[in-house]
Nanobody, 120 residues
Framework: VPLQASGGGLVQPGGSLRLSCAAS????????MGWYRQAPGKQREMVAT???????NYADSVQDRFTISRDNAKNTVYLQMNSLKPEDTAVYYC???????????????WGQGTLVTVSS
């Protein structure tokens, strides 16, 4: 199941960006969708996740600045990032927990990553 992420770029501190990630192909259902990031020299970390029912979870470092949302009809997850800080600089990856048919188990699929750079 390909996941296509987009929306990264260069932004000044205090600015905003909106990331999008769309899943395509043979999809029966998607449970959790989320965003993760990996800064240079650091491990990948969870940024925000959302269930198909809309329950959301955020990393402490982005609480009240980032908002995750999803459009289930479009199999798409979004990440609105406000008040960006230099420490938010990272490659951002989306992940989706996808069932390809009713009889198959769910697997995690990852997007290719999109670079977010926060710098003046």
């Amino acid at each position: 199941v390909p996941l296509q992420a987009s929306g990264g770029g260069l932004v000044q501190p205090g600015g905003s960006l909106r990331l999008s990630c769309a899943a395509s192909g043979r999809i029966f259902s998607i449970n959790n969708m989320g965003w993760y990031r990996q800064a240079p020299g650091k491990q990948r970390e969870m940024v925000a996740t959302t269930t198909s029912g809309g329950r959301r979870n955020y990393a402490d470092s982005v609480q009240d600045r980032f908002t995750i949302s999803r459009d289930n009809a479009k199999n798409t997850v979004y990440l609105q990032m406000n008040s960006l800080k230099p420490e938010d600089t990272a490659v951002y990856y989306c992940k989706a927990d996808v069932k390809r048919s009713w009889s198959e188990p769910a697997f995690d699929y990852w997007g290719q990553g999109t670079l977010v750079t926060v710098s003046s």
